[in-house]
């Protein structure tokens, strides 16, 4: 797509949008959200008890759909110039502020060390054999520890036109 706009074949952005969440005018959740990915890996810690203390202090956004939705179509009209946005929120939480808000809600999730994490993981596939539950968890299941990566993104380009900073018209 990149190269395309570049060589003036087409018109377009590359928008990326942030970690779906509740509509933040209702309150109101995908009607799927059985699916959603981010939930699915917290639904995989409750199950299997434990939180890889690695991960305490990974940043998480959660994304308004409306306030993304908002922020695509303002973004879709911006410049022919700018063409990569992260349309999301750059409000970030850290996932242990997450863990700890459910355990003080009654879910048992215990901080653990990354190989006993593993472990717990390990052991809880093996006695919920073809459960769903921890299918967000799938990269702990390998013991090859260059397979899994978190992919960093920067958000503050596109968050500087909203308050006034760079000009995107």
Do not use: W
Not at 81 to 87: K, L, N, P, Y
Not at 137 to 143: E, G, N, T
Not at 163 to 169: D, L, P, S, Y
Request: proline content about 1%; hydrophobic content about 35%.
């Amino acid at each position: 797509i990149l190269q395309a706009v570049a060589d003036g074949r087409i018109e377009g952005k590359v928008i990326r949008v942030g970690n779906l969440m509740r509509r933040a005018s209702d309150g109101e959740f995908q009607i799927n959200s059985i699916t959603n990915g981010f939930l699915r890996t917290l639904r995989g810690y409750a199950a299997v008890g434990g939180f890889p203390v690695s991960l305490m202090d990974r940043e998480q956004e959660f994304s308004p759909i409306d306030y993304v939705a908002s922020a695509v179509l303002r973004l879709g009209r911006a410049s022919s110039r700018f063409t990569v946005f992260h349309a999301c929120n750059n409000h970030k939480v850290q996932l242990g502020d997450v863990i700890y808000a459910m355990r003080e809600h009654g879910l048992g999730i215990r901080i653990v060390s990354d190989e006993y994490f593993a472990q717990m993981l390990a052991d809880y596939s093996a006695t919920h054999e073809g459960s769903d539950a921890v299918s967000g968890l799938i990269a702990y299941a390998s013991h090859d520890t260059q397979s899994a990566c978190y992919l960093g993104y920067d958000d503050r380009s596109t968050s500087e036109e909203r308050r006034g900073g760079k000009e995107c018209r």
